[in-house]
């Protein structure tokens, strides 16, 4: 005859845990002395770690600083362009500092292992984050191969312009005339339309006279061919040019223009405008400015 299962009664509860109650009788057979000595090496123990972090990270920075300055003479000797050497030099200085702080983080205890996994979660905000910046690195490096322009060229951009001071990581600093610094994300300027001032080596100038309506033209064209004769600056080749532009609706447009050296430009461009002010006061010859007649009956 089989053996009947017993039966199991569903319906019953778990006895409750049974705890125990501190007394005053057992609180004063607490050992505090053994526990306050335990807190106090504990909190040494950590102090000593978090010294040591701190000494990595000094110590670190210095020795990453000594690092770069190396890396840059080396990059010097091997004759790189300043562009691309304070590139290197930025990417080289993130790498290193982040290997620093990994170091000190690794003194505080906390395991490689677990410093990883916790990048690892946080790497789709940080990804999110910096997602501009990405783009701003690979426009750096859009730069450094294309070289749409170099240290030292003078470029527009947007609504901005000045001479490349350098060429970083994530952005590119341009000096401005009235010496102020500009700092441009790298991803803007290769989606932008960007002008390079420096890249050739001549300029065409350009200079437009208002004369007035009753102002002879052959004798204002003689002036000016005469003013780009002596001129030096002004090349032979290609030749200046001397023509009638506009007849606006208040004087004559006259241009003169002429080639020279790019970095000749704007000294030249000043210079030839006051010799036109100067020679046009001393023969006589009027500039037109915008007059409004008003007839009354």
């Avoid at 690794?106 to 916790?118: E, H, Q, R």
């Avoid at 527009?156 to 952005?171: M, P, Y």
């Avoid at 932008?192 to 064209?221: F, Q």
Wanted: charged letters at 20%.
């Amino acid at each position: 005859m089989p053996a009947i299962p017993p039966i199991i009664d569903t319906t019953a509860t778990a006895a409750p845990p049974i705890t125990e109650v501190l007394t005053p009788d057992k609180l004063t057979n607490i050992d505090y002395g053994g526990l306050l000595s335990d807190w106090l090496e504990k909190a040494i123990n950590f102090g000593v770690r978090v010294l040591i972090a701190v000494l990595i990270f000094y110590v670190g920075r210095l020795i990453v600083k000594w690092l770069l300055r190396v890396a840059d003479r080396a990059m010097e000797r091997r004759k790189l362009e300043a562009a691309v050497r304070g590139f290197l030099h930025s990417i080289l200085k993130v790498i290193l500092l982040i290997a620093v702080v990994v170091a000190a983080i690794n003194a505080l205890g906390v395991a490689p292992v677990s410093f990883a996994a916790l990048m690892a979660a946080a790497g789709v905000t940080i990804g999110a984050s910096l997602s501009g910046q990405l783009q701003n690195l690979a426009g750096g490096v859009i730069i450094l191969i294309t070289h749409p322009f170099r240290v030292g060229d003078y470029i527009s951009t947007g609504t901005v312009e000045g001479i490349v001071s350098r060429v970083a990581i994530f952005f590119t600093t341009l000096t401005t005339v009235d010496n102020k610094s500009i700092y441009i994300p790298n991803a803007k300027i290769t989606s932008d339309a960007l002008i390079n001032y420096s890249e050739m080596k001549l300029r065409r100038c350009e200079w437009v006279v208002n004369v007035e309506y009753n102002t002879d033209y052959e004798r204002v064209r003689a002036l000016l061919e005469q003013i780009a004769i002596n001129e030096r600056r002004i090349l032979p080749e290609p030749a200046h040019q001397v023509a009638l532009s506009k007849l606006s609706a208040s004087s004559v447009d006259i241009f003169l223009r002429g080639w020279c050296h790019t970095e000749e430009y704007w000294q030249l461009y000043w210079d030839i405008n006051r010799e036109i002010y100067t020679v046009f006061n001393r023969e006589g010859i009027g500039f037109a400015f915008p007059q409004l007649r008003v007839h009354t009956s």
